[in-house]
């Protein structure tokens, strides 16, 4: 039996707890996520996914106003955290079909660190895995975290970003560089296949 999304499900809170890592990404406790996120953030585990239709296009999506950090920014498909005793594989199928009740076979093609402070609000510090593949499904939006979506063509989305990089989250923005530089052959062989 397939598994739908709630339109309006919460799935997160700032009390769920986190996996701490260092930066080779060895496990060194647990935090809740508010605590991750104060100050000059703590470096936590993270991924980022990318999910393109038959055409494609990449499915990107604008984060909800009550998020904490970077409300209303356009992102890719899904971010999210693995929680304590998550295994990331899991973590991203069920944050998925949460957010967009959707499935796909996702492929693993890097991780990286990175800190982006968002004003006196809180910084993200993560080690982010991020992951790629193909749907045909159209999305079934989880209300509470996402307030918009769409598909874009990668020249569309290239364009976007050029013109109005300050409309993007920015570990999108360096995934999507990444994904079309030193990972673009591994990118298109999961798209194109």
């Not at 986190?18 to 991924?47: M, P, W, Y």
Request: hydrophobic share 40%.
């Amino acid at each position: 039996m397939k598994r739908h999304a709630s339109r309006n499900l919460v799935v997160s809170s700032e009390e769920e707890r986190l996996i701490l890592v260092d930066s080779n990404d060895q496990e060194t406790g647990t935090s809740s996520k508010s605590q991750c996120h104060d100050g000059a953030g703590i470096l936590h585990r993270a991924f980022s996914l990318f999910v393109f239709n038959r055409a494609g296009e990449l499915l990107i999506h604008q984060r909800h106003p009550a998020k904490r950090l970077w409300p209303g920014f356009w992102s890719n498909s899904c971010c999210s955290h693995p929680r304590a005793g998550e295994a990331v594989e899991t973590a991203i199928h069920r944050r998925l079909e949460q957010e967009l009740g959707l499935s796909a076979d996702l492929q693993y093609i890097y991780k990286f660190e990175y800190t982006a402070p968002f004003g006196d609000v809180g910084t993200e510090h993560e080690l982010c895995w991020v992951y790629a593949g193909t749907t045909s499904a159209e999305p079934r939006v989880n209300t509470t975290e996402i307030a918009n979506w769409r598909w874009i063509a990668p020249d569309a989305l290239d364009e976007e970003l050029a013109a109005a990089p300050q409309r993007f989250t920015p570990w999108f923005k360096l995934e999507w560089q990444a994904l079309r530089g030193a990972h673009r052959k591994q990118l298109e062989a999961i798209v194109c296949a």
